[in-house]
């Protein structure tokens, strides 16, 4: 990214705002009946997002509203600090010996702690140990890491707390300057950008417990910051008789031994005897790709079937470029067809960003294809598809806690289907169309949740054609991003057909731009390689609690007077709580609005730069009211007859008011 703005100012600090809740009452074996049990999704109350985002097995309670004799951290949106980075951008700080503690909403036999320790000293980071007690006995310890967090610096990162800037040729929006260029260079802080703190890890409580029963968890020998607690009743493990079951061409179930020369095997003899692979429960070591076609792998659930792998570094590289391989399952070359895995984990061991390298979680071109039930985390983007492909589903995995991307649909994606997916902690965008040289098409991205992506967006779609993002739940992108971008950027081919953006929530978005300084909207159309001036449909989105502004549209500055956003429109919006404006407009173009409600708004309804011409005509920005705009906040309507069409009212900069916490409409 680059500068586009003048004067800079100190980013706003945001307020402390309070979350709405679902206050479940605890079952007959609470100790305290009268202690409520809050469970939420993104921090929210159910009802507020109700038939958005996934639908998961588990319950989520954010440790902020849980018992602890710890430190409430947070609410705060700062990059680069603790709060931020949580879900709900607040967590529980623990010394060590202290607790916080969750009382159980259902039956459970399985918990995800989300949790950050510091990084070691000289980076790496440590291991520290978490105590589990449940009801204040059956004592379990797990071992909590940071090797896979903490990232530092400029892009790609370096996990080197200590290390100057890795581009002292490139401007930082710390000193506004290039600090190689600069006498006398500015002094650079170390840690640099420190980012991506948090990490999670599952834990089978080996029995059942009940609703109303109470899970501890108490930090061991650090510091440790627990930001939430996932409880789940896990079934049994599936079982299926019927397949090639690795265990007999030699996989290894313990995880000592290298499995991947026996599910080669498995695959090989499966696809001769029109079987399915079978992999039952255990974990199985690979460290290379695994390749995949016209073959079915079932795990026997993602709990119970582990693929963990080592980074294993290729000496010379790869002919595509890759440095490292690591776990995987992989198209081949030219592409894969009818491959189907479902009901496994593959879990793997990036800790740095090496955009040559291929150690994906699922990687290749996979057409007529299903992946569903997996689990995958500490890959480097957990589903990277080079295309061309077409005809794939994407259903109901979790990714977390990526280097990079959740997925990424890259080049000639089509007709392709990611839903009920759950993405959290990506260390780039959640889910994303690029169509780099050949357009995406007919690809839908459809009720999947997409939480705390640490860098960009938590859904982008560059460039493409006839494709929809619908239904999806977005919480807490954190910088150089918002909830969902449209973006003529990364060499995309050009938006042509439609676009259709219906009945999305994104909550806690519209970030501060640490570039330009100052803030996106929770939905932003970026103008960077191209006009975008497709048929874009925003319809049925609801945009909650935003940072700044709930709607931007903006060209970057050298390209203002290049590029325009046209034909985009908004239809049957509820926005609650803008920092700013509902609609900030720093583009030539124009946009339609037709029952867009809003309230809580707090800064005039439209900031319209235009082009920053300032020319006597108005601004190079249309809106055109299409009736039934309703609300605003306390400059009055966001969408009065005095702005339109198109009055300049282009403040950058304007006071920000925290607005109150969503609620029922
Ligand atoms: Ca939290």
């Known amino acids: 990214m680059s500068a586009i703005t003048r004067q800079l100012s100190a980013p706003p600090r945001w307020a402390a705002a309070a979350v709405g809740v679902a206050i479940v009452l605890g079952g007959a074996h609470a100790a305290n009946a009268a202690a409520p049990v809050i469970v939420t999704r993104a921090a929210l109350d159910p009802a507020l997002v109700a038939g958005r985002g996934a639908s998961v097995a588990f319950s989520e309670q954010e440790a902020e509203r849980a018992a602890t004799n710890g430190t409430v951290i ?27 503690e969750f009382t159980l909403p259902k039956s459970a036999n399985a918990i995800t702690v989300r949790y950050s320790i510091p990084d070691a000293e000289n980076g790496g980071g440590l291991t520290a ?24 610096n400029q892009y790609p990162f370096s996990n080197d707390p200590k290390a100057g800037l890795l581009h002292p040729d490139w401007w930082i929006t710390e000193c506004s300057c290039v600090p190689a260029q600069t006498d006398p260079a500015p002094v650079i802080n170390t840690p640099f950008r420190p980012n991506h703190f948090y990490d999670e890890q599952r834990l089978l409580l080996g ?13 061991g020998s650090v510091p440790t910051v627990i930001d939430l607690l996932d409880s789940e009743l896990v079934g049994a493990p599936k079982i299926d008789l019927l397949a090639a079951n690795v265990l007999l061409f030699g996989a290894d179930p313990t995880g000592r031994k290298d ?32 390749i995949v076609d016209n073959v079915t792998i079932e795990g026997s659930g993602n709990w119970y079937t582990i693929f963990k792998g080592h980074q294993v570094a290729l000496d010379p590289p790869a002919p595509d470029g890759s440095v490292h391989t690591g776990v995987g ?44 039930g997996l689990y995958i985390q500490h890959t480097k983007v957990g589903l990277w598809f080079d295309g061309p492909m077409t005809n794939t589903k994407i259903t109901n995995n979790i990714i977390v806690d990526q280097i990079a991307d959740g997925l990424n649909f890259h080049t000639g994606v089509t007709k392709s289907l990611v839903q009920n997916n759950f993405v959290r902690n990506t260390g780039d965008d959640g889910l994303a169309m690029w169509s780099e040289k050949t357009a995406d098409s007919g690809d839908v991205f459809d009720h999947n949740t997409v939480q ?26 954190i910088r150089e991003g918002s909830a969902i971008q449209v973006g003529s950027r990364f060499g995309a081919e050009p938006f042509t057909g439609h676009l259709w953006i219906t009945d999305n929530t994104t909550v806690r978005a519209g970030t501060f731009e640490l570039n330009w300084k100052i803030g996106l909207g929770a939905i932003w159309f970026y103008a960077l390689e191209k ?57 030539a173009g124009s946009a339609s609005f037709e029952n867009v409600d809003a309230r809580n708004v707090g800064a005039v309804g439209i900031n319209n730069c235009g082009s920053f011409n300032f020319k006597p ?32 009212t282009c403040d950058d900069r304007p006071p920000v008011v925290a607005p109150p916490a969503p609620s029922g409409w």
């Open 74 to 100: 947070g609410p705060g949106r700062d990059a680069y600090t603790l709060p931020a980075e949580a879900s709900g951008r607040s967590a529980v700080q623990l010394a060590a010996g202290q607790y916080v």
């Open 129 to 152: 140990p978490l105590g589990v007690k449940v009801n204040g006995k059956n004592s379990k310890t797990m071992t909590l890491t940071s090797q896979y967090a903490w990232l530092y």
């Open 207 to 219: 029995r059942t417990y009940k609703a109303g029963d109470k899970i501890r968890l108490t930090a």
């Open 259 to 290: 499995s991947a020369p026996a599910l080669d095997k498995a695959i090989a003899f499966a696809k001769k005897a029109h079987l399915k692979v079978y992999v039952p429960p255990g974990v199985y070591q690979v460290n290379r790709h695994i």
């Open 329 to 372: 399952f992989y198209g081949k070359d030219g592409g894969s067809s009818n491959v189907h895995l479902s009901g496994f984990a593959i879990q793997g061991d990036v800790r740095e960003r090496i955009d040559t390298d291929q150690v994906n979680g699922i990687g290749g071109a996979l057409s007529n294809s299903t992946v569903d």
């Open 452 to 477: 705390t992506p640490v860098l960009a967006n938590g859904i982008a779609i560059y460039g493409g054609t006839d494709n929809t993002v619908s239904n999806n739940l977005i919480a807490d992108p």
């Open 531 to 587: 006009n975008i001036d497709a048929d874009i449909q925003v319809v049925g989105d609801n945009f909650l609690d935003n940072t700044y502004n709930a709607i931007m549209l903006v060209a970057d500055f050298p390209v203002k007077d290049l590029y325009s956003i046209t034909n985009v429109h908004f239809q049957d919006i509820k926005v609650d709580g803008t920092g700013t404006s509902v609609l900030s407009a720093r583009v």
């Open 617 to 648: 005509t108005g601004s190079e920005f249309t809106v055109t009211d299409l009736g039934g705009n309703d609300g605003g906040g306390t400059t009055g309507p966001w969408l009065a007859a005095w702005e339109l069409p198109n009055t300049i």
